[in-house]
């Protein structure tokens, strides 16, 4: 779909999103229940975004700021997944054993960030202390 709207002729933007979560929507409440079925490690860090800044995003999409991009959004500190699950109250085995893609499932938002990109939810820490998620 991607390539299909690059070589469209139109104007595009492609925005790409992590993990989505907030305002109730209950994502990381179900993350320990995905832990067995997906094989996470404990130390692999997770990036993520805040519905919150779905808008923000989409609002520089729109604006054209964008145009002719595909662009990663993210908050500003990926999270373990071991941390994730902890914040909604379940337990995660820790394990010794080496990660086999310590980047798997953490995303560069450096070109958003150059672009003007600026998360108002910074971490899940911040969503954790302000009522947000």
Known sequence: A???????G????IVRFPFVYGDGDG???MLPKHMSAFGFHPANRMSTIHHRDIATAM???????????????????PTTIYE??????????ASAKPMENPWHLHIDA???????????????????QEALL
Do not use: C
Not at 84 to 93: D, H, K, Q, S
């Open 2 to 8: 991607e390539a299909l709207l690059r070589d469209s």
């Open 10 to 13: 139109l104007n595009w933007a």
């Open 27 to 29: 994502h990381l409440e």
């Open 59 to 77: 609002k520089l999409a729109l604006a054209g700021v964008f145009d002719g991009r595909i662009v990663n959004i993210a908050d500003e500190a």
């Open 84 to 93: 994730l699950v902890g914040l909604v109250g379940a337990r995660m085995e």
């Open 110 to 128: 450096s070109l958003a960030r150059g672009l003007g990109f600026q998360p108002t939810v910074r971490t899940v820490y911040q969503a954790v």
